[in-house]
């Protein structure tokens, strides 16, 4: 997930929306990033409102990031599922929005330097793609609260997912980019962020069971994941699909639609499935240090 238009009162973004750097295409292509980003306000289907971040906002981001960094090294984790609040999502009773994958490089002076793979909306069109970016990247999305939560992975899940993260190719084995915020888990149709690193997770865990998103969806119901159950009324939903071009219901059960219940996956469920399915452990918090 991450933020919407202040604008765009209608549901929960459950997905992210991405900046123009960092991009991991399918076909393998790896893009620089720039460290100081220009956000952008998703507007639905039309192209990003830049505008640049605050200093004061620059300043929060970098501290998360660094707070971020130390009790990652901490942690002795290779790989983490790591989590921000881009938006306020307690009305649906989620405290995170938007879920990557964290993972451990050796930089030049031979410190430890945390990437974050994750999967973007692009300025609120109908699309997505992947991104590589540095912690300081990952906060710098105007989050609703400056918080973080990790879960550090299983040491097995841990090894089977670092050879993935660094690959390209490998990492967008599970990608899909027509995008919707609140896309189904249990459909192909539609894949949003944090559908696509369960997804991955699943083919990363299980090599020898899942090579395409049908079998990862399918491993990912026999190990128990259950999505969330968003409560939409009509009017909401109607609101939102004539609103913005990122969001769509038309993948979900006709008879839970119509009835307000709304399936997709959130990164509080996925935290507990983890640790439920004994893949992971509690997950643990992050505060923004104190100014």
């Given at each position: 997930?991450?933020?919407?238009?202040?604008?765009?009162?209608?549901?929960?973004?459950?997905?992210?929306?991405?900046?123009?750097?960092?991009?991991?295409?399918?076909?393998?292509?790896?893009?620089?990033?720039?460290?100081?980003?220009?956000?952008?306000?998703?507007?639905a289907?039309?192209?990003?409102?830049?505008?640049?971040?605050?200093?004061?906002?620059?300043?929060?981001?970098?501290?998360?990031?660094?707070?971020?960094?130390?009790?990652?090294?901490?942690?002795?984790?290779?790989?983490?599922l790591?989590?921000?609040?881009?938006?306020?999502?307690?009305?649906?009773?989620?405290?995170?929005?938007?879920?990557?994958?964290?993972?451990?490089?050796t930089?030049?002076?031979?410190?430890?330097?945390?990437?974050?793979?994750?999967?973007?909306?692009?300025?609120?069109?109908?699309?997505?793609?992947?991104?590589r970016?540095?912690?300081?990247?990952?906060?710098?999305?105007?989050p609703?609260?400056?918080?973080?939560?990790?879960?550090?992975?299983?040491?097995?899940?841990?090894?089977?997912?670092?050879?993935?993260?660094?690959?390209?190719?490998?990492?967008?084995?599970?990608?899909?980019?027509?995008?919707?915020?609140?896309?189904?888990p249990?459909?192909?149709?539609?894949?949003?962020?944090?559908?696509?690193?369960?997804?991955?997770?699943?083919?990363?865990?299980?090599?020898?069971?899942?090579?395409?998103?049908?079998?990862?969806?399918?491993?990912?119901?026999?190990?128990?994941?259950?999505?969330?159950?968003?409560?939409?009324?009509?009017?909401?939903?109607?609101?939102?699909?004539?609103?913005?071009?990122?969001?769509?219901f038309?993948?979900?059960?006709?008879?839970?639609?119509?009835?307000?219940?709304?399936?997709?996956?959130?990164?509080?469920?996925?935290?507990?499935?983890?640790?439920?399915?004994?893949?992971?452990?509690?997950?643990?918090f992050?505060?923004?240090?104190?100014?």
């Amino acid at each position: 997930m991450s933020r919407r238009a202040p604008d765009q009162a209608v549901g929960p973004t459950i997905g992210a929306r991405g900046p123009r750097t960092g991009r991991v295409r399918p076909v393998g292509i790896a893009v620089g990033v720039a460290l100081a980003l220009t956000a952008a306000a998703a507007q639905a289907g039309r192209p990003c409102e830049e505008k640049p971040l605050t200093t004061q906002q620059l300043r929060r981001g970098m501290n998360l990031a660094q707070a971020t960094a130390q009790a990652l090294d901490a942690s002795g984790a290779d790989v983490v599922l790591l989590a921000r609040a881009g938006q306020d999502l307690t009305q649906y009773g989620l405290r995170w929005s938007h879920v990557g994958f964290a993972y451990r490089e050796t930089g030049t002076e031979g410190r430890p330097v945390w990437r974050v793979m994750h999967k973007l909306n692009q300025c609120g069109t109908a699309s997505s793609d992947l991104y590589r970016q540095g912690l300081g990247e990952f906060f710098m999305d105007r989050p609703h609260r400056y918080e973080a939560a990790y879960v550090v992975l299983e040491p097995e899940l841990q090894r089977a997912l670092l050879p993935v993260l660094r690959d390209n190719a490998r990492v967008a084995s599970m990608f899909s980019a027509p995008y919707s915020m609140v896309a189904y888990p249990w459909s192909l149709q539609y894949q949003q962020s944090n559908q696509w690193a369960t997804e991955t997770l699943a083919a990363a865990a299980a090599p020898k069971e899942v090579f395409n998103r049908t079998q990862a969806q399918d491993w990912l119901r026999r190990q128990g994941y259950q999505p969330s159950d968003l409560r939409l009324s009509t009017a909401t939903r109607l609101g939102a699909r004539i609103g913005m071009a990122n969001v769509a219901f038309d993948d979900h059960p006709s008879a839970r639609r119509f009835s307000g219940h709304i399936e997709t996956t959130t990164a509080d469920t996925v935290f507990s499935w983890l640790k439920r399915a004994q893949l992971g452990g509690s997950p643990q918090f992050i505060q923004e240090p104190p100014p």
